[in-house]
Every structure is written in C-alpha cells, then in structure tokens.
C-alpha cells in the first residue's frame, strides 16, 4: 500500500507530538534524562527561537515521525530529535524526513549537516551512511552522554 506522507513544519499544534515521539524513542533505546523533558516539552525556546526548525511527517494528519535541526552556526545544523513511532518503523519514513532536511539544507546553502547517535542504532546509522553522512571524531565534551558516534554531510 502506497503511502501518501506530507513533510510540513512546526506549529504549536504539533507540540505534543514532538514531546510524545522523542520520550518514547528515548524510553525504549536509552532513558529520559531531565534535560531531554526540558528540550522537549519547550522545542520553541530550545530549537526554533534560536533559528532551528522542526520538521513533521504526516500521513492523513496522523504525525507519523519528526526530525529537528538545531542551529550550531548560521550555516552549520544538527540533524536531531529524530522519531519515528513503533507502529510507523519501516515504512521509510525517517528516510523521507531525511531527504527533506538535506533537500532544505541545500535550498538554504549550508555547508552541513552533522548529527549525533549511538552504534546501537544500526539501522539510524545505516540510513545516514546511505545519505552520504561520514563519521568524524566525537569531541571530548560532547553535549551527549549516550552519544558514541558524531557523523557530518559537507554539502557544497
């Protein structure tokens, strides 16, 4: 069955979508810690304010996974926030959340997009080799205990 997924962006509507999506991406792979609930139950003073952008797809209005990125520099984001719920996994849609930001990346000329994971994740690390992400060092005070890959896509 073909599935119609719309990418639009953030509106306040989608608040609680973005809270619910990442806790349970966080609950079922790692733990909550209490600067995850801040960022996220706040994605308009953490990420958008500050000049970042959230990303939604939906399918017949149903948030089906959302994806941040969080300014670093005027032309450098973190692709972040990253969730696609249990009952919405394998139907491609984090590779079209994917497809979006770097299509979005581009149409705004930054020089890249870089992101943090966890090896754990094969699939997530699979997807972002596959978009061309290469895995740099993790710096020593990265802003991610359960982080223990850093990957970058240079874009021009």
């Not at 079922?28 to 952008?53: A, C, M, N, W």
């Not at 990125?69 to 984001?77: A, R, S, T, Y």
Request: aromatic content about 12%.
């Amino acid at each position: 069955m073909e599935h119609s997924l719309e990418i639009k962006a953030h509106e306040p509507s989608f608040s609680q979508a973005f809270y619910d999506l990442n806790i349970e991406w966080l609950e079922t792979y790692f733990y909550v810690e209490d600067f995850d609930r801040e960022v996220l139950s706040k994605p308009q003073q953490y990420i958008l304010d500050p000049g970042g952008h959230i990303f939604y797809a939906l399918e017949n209005d149903k948030v089906l996974g959302c994806v941040a990125l969080k300014k670093i520099e005027d032309d450098l984001f973190e692709l972040t926030k990253m969730a696609v719920p249990p009952e919405a996994r394998g139907k491609g849609v984090g590779q079209k959340l994917m497809q979006h930001c770097i299509g979005f990346a581009k149409e705004q000329e930054w020089k890249g997009l870089l992101l943090y994971s966890n090896r754990i994740l094969e699939n997530a690390i699979h997807i972002y080799r596959k978009y061309g992400f290469e895995e740099i060092p993790v710096e020593p005070d990265s802003p991610y205990e359960r982080s223990n890959i850093k990957m970058y896509l240079p874009l021009n």
